[in-house]
């Protein structure tokens, strides 16, 4: 037993030379003026706490170790003299110090080793053009899809969706709010120039709550270099998000479907016109795509692009380039899931489903191949499956307008017509220039015979492709002649501009039922499914207006075509 002669603390620890709280040097026993305890005796006070340390930093809890003494102490017999001190052992003053380090050095590995929560969502922003040339839009929005598309293929992350960013792009909002809306815990951000030839590019990694930057870079390239700064870029960025890539991610990120910068910044620019859909802009992607392979004819993505363009216009062209992408690379989920595509617009059921089932297992993160799948489906009429395609399509970009689109067919076709145009109804308000989505909601209002709306929503996609004349024609018929009125206007019009077998055959068909001509109904129908042109061809298996036609044996060989495979 030792204790402090200046405030009389005492300490069971023989090992200790000075006191804690003071500093003065510890005797043993107690101090002669202490009254011995009473055997037994109990007393009220806590016992003594001496502090080891206290860290400076307000947000640091106080660290305490309780030192237990009593005040129960053994008094010397009379005439046994106290021991005699023990001899100073100067590597105690050390003591204090070697305590102070442990506990410092622990505070500040705590604070800087401890490692940081991983991140499992993040959205890479529109990438800000400050070249000072709007003509290098292609290159901005090109190298974030990429970067998209490769952070996509890690495990465990949740990137989002191209469709579901570029909504921001050339607004002012702030990380924090762009984290809410779209769920996120990061955001990248960036800035790119291009100038004599150089790509300089800064990236910011932010904490979408908090706004501290958690990585930023800068790098300045020669757009020689341009493949190699996007797999650069890639690399840089996972590492921050995941800092022990397995082998099956960095195999990911070291893919390089071309390594000729010149074809890979083509197809950029065809991928930024494709991204148009419609007008004369859309047109000039595909002339992009050919250059593009005309620099590197073994690139891969460059045949998928263009299959994509022929896609719905000249379907041996798209079967041509998207088996060309597979002879390339059997691996590519976009290619696969092209092709399945295309079998399903050629109601090739089987082939179909073998190669969307094998572009979603090689990523199940592209969005379109879960609403091609979803399509699929519900042209089958296996309803659920197809609303979960649609569901996991959304979770990847809930503001996908084709999606959208998709999810309200289904909800039509599955005999949920006012479900669908309620659906449809908020899906245009949030995106009021989807051309397909007001079309697709007039056609929906006529099959309500709510002809008032169906009108004008028809007018608008048409004002949105830039057929203002024809918009004022279908309001101005309307008007003076009524439903017939409009649907005369409107199929000559159609009959002019959309040659036979083209991608509305179905629609122009209902129009002749409303009209009353049954027989051009069934012509248009058997021409449309003889060249398998028309996505929208199944609704006759399941919307009213073809009623009229179920007890033809012509219209019913159509129909069979939907039946799903057994």
């Known amino acids: ?79 046994i003299e106290e021991a005699p001190k023990r001899s100073f052992d100067k590597r105690l003053l050390a003591a204090p110090f070697l305590l102070a380090i442990i506990v410092v050095g622990g505070f500040f590995a705590f604070r800087y080793i401890t490692p940081v929560k991983q991140l499992e969502s993040i959205a890479v922003m529109p990438f800000v053009n400050d070249s000072g040339n709007a003509e290098m839009e292609y290159l901005s929005d090109g190298m974030t899809e990429t970067l998209i598309n490769s952070l996509s293929k890690l495990a465990n992350l949740s990137v989002k969706a191209r469709n579901a960013v570029f909504p921001y792009k050339g607004k002012e909002v702030s990380a924090r709010q762009i984290g809410e809306e779209l769920g996120v815990q990061a955001v990248l951000l960036g800035r790119l120039a291009e100038r004599g030839g150089n790509i300089k590019l800064n990236l910011e990694l ?84 050919r250059r593009a392979i005309e620099k590197d004819p073994n690139f891969a993505l460059g045949y998928v692009g263009l299959a994509d363009y022929y896609s719905v216009r000249k379907r041996d062209k798209a079967r041509e380039n998207v088996n060309r992408a597979l002879a390339l690379d059997p691996d590519l989920a976009e290619a696969n899931g092209t092709l399945g595509y295309q079998y399903m617009l050629e109601y090739d059921w089987a082939n179909a489903e073998r190669y969307m089932k ?77 051309i397909w989505g007001h079309s697709f909601l007039g056609h929906a209002y006529s099959l309500r015979n709510d002809w008032a709306n169906s009108v004008e929503q028809r007018a608008i996609a048409a004002e949105l492709s830039g057929r203002s004349e024809e918009a004022r024609l279908m309001r101005e018929s309307f008007a003076k002649g009524g439903r017939d009125g409009f649907l005369r206007e409107l199929v000559s019009r159609m009959e002019a501009r959309i040659p036979a077998g083209g991608s509305a055959q179905s629609q122009r068909a209902s129009m002749y039922l409303f009209l009353g001509d049954k027989e051009k109904a069934l012509q248009t129908l058997e021409r449309a499914a003889e060249r398998n042109g028309d996505f929208w061809l199944f609704m006759i298996k399941y919307e009213s207006v073809y009623d009229p036609l179920r007890g033809d044996p012509r219209f019913q060989a159509i129909v069979k075509i939907f039946d799903a495979p057994k």
């Open 206 to 289: 932010v904490d979408a709550k908090t706004l501290d930057v958690i990585w930023s870079e800068q790098y300045d390239r020669k757009q020689a270099d341009l493949v190699n700064l996007q797999q650069e870029i890639a690399r840089d960025v996972s590492s921050r998000l995941r800092p022990k890539l397995t082998g099956s991610d960095e195999q990911k990120l070291a893919k390089s479907y071309t390594t000729d910068s010149e074809a890979y910044r083509l197809y950029l620019q065809g991928r930024f016109y494709w991204y148009k859909q419609a007008g004369q802009e859309f047109e000039k992607c595909a002339d992009y795509f």
């Open 358 to 434: 094998r572009a979603l297992e090689l990523d199940d993160k592209i969005l379109e191949l879960h609403r091609w799948n979803g399509q699929r489906l519900m042209m089958l009429g296996r309803w659920d499956e197809a609303f979960a395609a649609y569901d996991r399509a959304l979770e990847i970009d809930r503001n996908s307008s084709a999606t959208r689109l998709s999810y309200a067919a289904c909800l039509i076709v599955s005999g949920k017509l006012n479900d669908g145009i309620r659906y449809m109804e908020e899906s245009v308000k949030a995106d009021p220039s989807h």
């Open 1 to 79: 037993m030792k204790r402090c002669p200046e405030c009389g603390r005492d300490y069971n620890d023989d090992s200790l030379s000075f006191c804690l709280d003071d500093g003065s040097e510890l005797l043993f026993g107690p101090a002669v003026s202490e009254r011995p305890a009473s055997v037994g005796g109990q007393f009220g006070d806590e016992p003594a706490t001496a502090i080891l340390h206290e860290t400076e930093s307000p947000k640091e809890a106080v660290t305490r170790i309780q030192l237990h003494t009593t005040e129960q102490t053994a008094v010397l017999p009379s005439g």
